[in-house]
Nanobody, 118 residues
Framework: QVQLRESGGGLVQAGGSLRLSCAASVRNFPLYVVGWFRQAPGKQRELVGSIYNRSAKYLSDAVKGRFTISRDDVQKTVSLQMSDMKPEDTAIYYC????????????WGQGTQVTVSA
């Protein structure tokens, strides 16, 4: 339903910052919740954060206080600003979309690698 493309991944030192962007190609973008997920080697995929609008945001306890999530409905993008990064943040990061009130994320990007070195 939604075509998604992640960008901004790379290598960063512990304590540094990185911004990920998710660009969507879809009609009626404001109708969708967009989430950021990550999957570390040998571990299950986990939800990092999600956003529907400025009043409806979520961040996991693991990243709360360090990461922020925002969206631009004109450019149809969702950003994940990552600060004070830790080696445990190393993972492949994916963005995904679902209709507000939907039970599952049905559209996924291909992922972008984030590596944090000590």
């Amino acid at each position: 339903q939604v075509q998604l493309r992640e960008s901004g991944g790379g290598l960063v030192q512990a304590g540094g910052s990185l911004r990920l962007s998710c660009a969507a190609s879809v009609r009626n973008f404001p109708l969708y919740v967009v989430g950021w997920f990550r999957q570390a080697p040998g571990k299950q995929r986990e939800l990092v954060g999600s956003i529907y609008n400025r009043s409806a945001k979520y961040l996991s306890d693991a990243v709360k206080g360090r990461f922020t999530i925002s969206r631009d409905d004109v450019q149809k993008t969702v950003s994940l600003q990552m600060s004070d990064m830790k080696p445990e943040d190393t993972a492949i990061y994916y963005c995904a979309a679902k209709v507000r009130g939907g039970t599952e994320y049905g559209s996924w990007g291909q992922g972008t690698q984030v590596t944090v070195s000590a």
